[in-house]
């Protein structure tokens, strides 16, 4: 399998190469030359494997350059880390008694070492490229540029201290991160990891590190220092196809509990910013997953939804900080992916409305494929009032305990089932665990917890929820914070310099 970019037709290059290089160098996205095909006894053969043994399953597929036993080492040493042997467990819940054909399986993507879902692509990304550097026998340092709204810079970090021949950079919006999020990242050890705070908000961080890595000098800089440039964000598409793996594994699981039959068709409903996971979905489904509809569900940064429903990208909008904040995003990097293939790979009409939203920042698709979209996706978002309220109801209903993104998926469901009556069985994507959003979960609860700090608060929400903070967030506590450093987005090409020179 060979890999090619979204804009511009250049000589299609290995996995390796594509997980290494992160963004092709006319700026478009790396996509599959094609997409594999899964038969339903391949994934009935899915349901008594463990989840790295999913992996390596879903995932020689796409990176056909490495071996199954390359992908069984990454697996392992990726997914080690997690808290539950599952690694990716399901919470089946029934939303509607007299219905039990219903179930909203919910899928726990917040077990790994940062305790949001990031964790199940950004442990995986650095054992690829390690493998990856050793095939194509590179010899340059990979300095890895993410720019996070919250759960990705953590998890990335995490990802790649300390490896080999690498260093990574996180850029961040100041104040525009929790403060367990921003706790996460600004103590992490490492002596290849530096975070900056960057005065703006994430799309300002996204569009930096976009125009760094499309600019010549600064890659004419860095090649003189014996650095080359890579990205852990969900363009990466190293970072983006193990996501594809947990919805196959989960699907797996709803047939292993006897919820549904092999080949019954389900819902997938994702809480989206940038895009990446919901694509992911996409893939699965492009690959035979039994999948009727995508659901995008989106926060009151709504620009997903507007998309969806009127054909139109707008990012020209008001941006609002909410209690969902790694959504908190205006312009949804991979939707470009997905403009590729159902365009059938019209790679001058995406380069056109990725040009028109640089420019004008919007672009609207022509009708056949919009039409298109409409079958595939349905979209629709909560407020912050109605985030709260479904915190509650869950919690009161199934004393099921629900972060802020979580609860817009289920937000958004309950207004799908109502306005379609399709009352499919549904796979609702858990993106991180309620203790990193302590304040807001409680808060939607009705719990008083004035004068309370981040640490008295896990403990409140511990003794309310009958759950154990998880460890790597309890270990905040005590944590040195050890980077403070703080930038204009003007700043952020000197600051890679400067980073990449020591």
């Known amino acids: 399998m060979n890999y090619i970019s979204t804009r511009s037709k250049i000589k299609p290059i290995s996995s390796a190469e594509a997980i290494l290089q992160g963004l092709a160098a006319d700026g478009g996205l790396f996509v599959p030359e094609s997409i594999p095909r899964m038969k339903l006894d391949d994934i009935n053969a899915l349901v008594n494997m463990t989840y790295s043994q999913r992996a390596v399953a879903i995932l020689r597929q796409y990176l056909t350059d490495y071996t199954d036993n390359e992908l069984a080492e990454c697996a392992e040493l990726a997914y080690d880390w997690f808290d539950v042997p599952s690694k990716v467990p399901l919470s089946i819940l029934i939303r509607d008694p007299q219905n039990t054909k ?23 990304l650095p054992q690829l490229m390690s493998k990856a550097l050793k095939k194509i026998g590179e010899t340059k ?12 810079g953590k998890a990335a970090l995490a990802g790649f201290a300390d490896v080999p021949q690498t260093k990574i950079m996180v850029f961040y919006p100041d104040g525009g991160v929790s403060k367990i999020q921003r706790l996460q990242m600004v103590t992490q050890i490492g002596k290849n990891v530096n975070v900056v705070a960057v005065n703006g908000n994430f799309d300002d961080c996204q569009n930096g590190v976009k125009k760094i890595f499309s600019d010549e000098n600064i890659r004419a800089e860095l090649e003189k220092a014996n650095v080359k440039l890579s990205s852990a964000n969900s363009i990466n598409w190293g970072r983006l196809v193990p996501q594809i793996v947990y919805y196959f594994s989960s699907y797996a699981e709803f047939v292993k509990a006897g919820s549904i039959k092999l080949g019954d068709l389900v819902n997938v409903i994702v809480p989206t910013g940038n895009f990446g996971n919901i694509l992911a979905a996409y893939y699965a489904r492009r690959m035979g997953l039994p999948v009727k509809k995508l659901i995008c569900a989106s926060n009151i940064n709504n620009v997903l939804t507007d998309f969806f429903n009127t054909g139109v990208y707008n990012r020209n909008r008001e941006f609002h900080k909410t209690v969902s904040p790694s959504m908190d995003i205006l312009i949804s990097s991979n939707l470009e992916r997905l403009l590729y293939h159902e365009t059938g790979g019209d790679i001058k009409a995406v380069k056109r409305y990725m040009t028109e939203l640089q420019t004008t920042g919007k672009y609207k698709i022509d009708t056949p494929l919009k039409k298109k979209l409409d079958k595939i996706f349905y979209a629709d978002f909560a407020t912050e009032e109605e985030t709260a309220s479904i915190i509650k109801e869950v919690f009161g209903n199934f004393k099921y ?8 998926a289920m937000q958004v469901l309950g207004k799908y089932r109502r306005a379609t009556k399709d009352m499919l069985p549904v796979i609702l994507a858990s993106t991180a665990s309620p203790f990193k959003f302590t304040s807001s979960v409680l808060n939607a609860l009705g719990e008083k917890f004035e004068g309370l700090d981040d640490f008295a608060q896990f403990d409140k929400l511990s003794l309310l929820s009958n759950k154990k903070v998880p460890k790597n967030l309890a270990a905040l506590e005590t944590a040195k914070i050890l980077h403070e450093n703080i930038c204009d987005q003007e700043e952020m090409p000197q600051r890679v310099l400067e980073f990449a020179a020591r």
């Open 401 to 408: 305990l629900v972060d802020t993104h979580t609860a817009v």
């Open 102 to 124: 219903s179930p909203v399986g919910v899928m726990e993507l917040w077990h790994g070492p940062t305790s949001a879902f990031k964790d199940l692509a950004l442990q995986m």
């Open 141 to 152: 340092e990979i300095l890895i540029l993410v720019a996070t709204s919250g759960d990705t």
